[in-house]
């Protein structure tokens, strides 16, 4: 299913492909790049800021390899450059196959392959000093307290506590102490530009404990703290010749200290913390560090922002929701949104990230409220079985 948008070659400038690729649309326009929007859900404001959004359909845990190589096929004319986001990360030879036709702007297969593989990313960061957790594998039977992640998972929802894991795309990292921080950051294949640093939230569920929640920011992190990521930063791009934007989660140690727990080589979920004026499309950011072009600096918002997604705890029509001002991600009003997965975005300003942090609460609390009317009003049955 896509937009009406005309389809001939010389309608975009480049191609964006993410699970949602709302914000790398609205970077696009920021930036006056045409986009063709390829994910998971052409939400109705994806389809306002690109040129075309056209949905893929889903494997069940991200997208289905033949289906998004058939839509870029489709849609994306051969040669036409593709920027990726998140969900793709797991499976390089998708990245690969994908670069085949369409050039990729960004982390090749190989890097991500590299970045992703816990024991080599585990080796890389030895080799520089970085403190990082310890990762086994499950076979190994470690004793202690352990997280099993996805090879290359995103969003959190991956995530589960304790040793035993099913399948050979698992491995495990030792639970480590620390507040969560994230910095996205610039990389031209030598060194690194950190744009902003932010700090991240779950939302748990029975099933996801360590499920994305939100992210705010900019925050403010001592000058030793920012010094030590930039150290590290610089000798990851060295040693793997990434490019692009990228992001690097953390934990800020109890001590002050940095514990990084994973590079994330392609733009991702703050784009919407940071991908405000006074700063540049960030997307155009993107293509400058690709060409090998670092920003002396990048100008930050003034204000913080916070962003938070809503997931929806019963299956609820989209039809049945009033849509406020201060949200994105809406779904089409034909959507019946299933258990479990994202409704939409909350975005909240404020002066500061507790300021920002406290109006989001505040919405996220009247959203919630209005989404469990909805799920379980008499019309909502009429609307699922429709």
């Not at 530009?193 to 779950?202: K, L, V």
């Amino acid at each position: 299913m896509s937009s009406p948008a005309t389809s001939c070659p010389e309608a975009y400038d480049l191609a964006v492909v993410a699970l949602s690729a709302r914000a790398l649309a609205v970077s696009a326009r920021r930036g006056g790049l045409k986009a063709l929007a390829v994910d998971l859900f052409a939400d109705s404001d994806t389809r306002e800021h690109a040129e075309k959004a056209v949905r893929a359909p889903s494997s069940g845990m991200g997208f289905s390899r033949r289906g998004l190589l058939t839509a870029l096929t489709r849609h994306a004319p051969a040669g036409l450059p593709v920027v990726l986001g998140s969900g793709l990360e797991h499976d390089p030879e998708l990245i690969a196959a994908i670069n085949q036709r369409n050039p990729i702007l960004g982390a090749s297969a190989a890097i991500v392959s590299r970045l992703k593989d816990p024991f080599a990313f585990a080796s890389l960061l030895a080799d520089i000093g970085a403190s990082h957790p310890e990762v086994a594998r499950p076979l190994d039977s470690p004793t202690g307290d352990w997280l099993s992640k996805r090879i290359g998972g995103s969003g959190g929802a991956h995530i589960r506590r304790g040793r035993r894991s099913r399948g050979n795309r698992r491995y495990l990292q030792r639970r480590t102490a620390g507040e969560p921080l994230s910095a996205l950051f610039l990389a031209d294949g030598k060194q690194s530009r950190i744009i902003g640093f932010s700090a991240q939230w779950t939302d748990p569920a029975p099933s996801a404990p360590f499920r994305y929640g939100g992210a705010v920011g900019p925050i403010e992190v001592p000058a030793a703290l920012s010094k030590t990521v930039s150290a590290a930063l610089d000798g990851i791009i060295e040693r793997t010749g990434l490019t692009g934007l990228a992001s690097a989660d953390m934990l800020r140690a109890p001590d002050g200290g940095v514990v990084l727990l994973e590079i994330n080589p392609r733009p991702g979920a703050t784009l919407d913390v940071f991908d405000r004026s006074p700063a540049p499309s960030l997307l155009g950011l993107h293509l400058d560090a690709c060409a090998g072009r670092l920003p002396e600096t990048v100008a930050l918002p003034s204000t913080a922002q916070a962003a938070a997604v809503i997931y929806a705890a019963r299956p609820v029509a989209a039809a049945l929701l009033q849509r406020p001002l201060w949200t994105a991600d809406w779904p089409a009003c034909e959507e019946t949104i299933p258990a479990g997965a994202p409704v939409c975005t909350i975005l909240a300003a404020g002066a500061d990230p507790t300021a920002a942090r406290a109006l989001l609460e505040e919405r996220r609390a009247a959203f919630l409220e209005q989404l469990r009317a909805a799920a379980t009003g008499p019309s909502q049955t009429t609307m699922v079985h429709a």
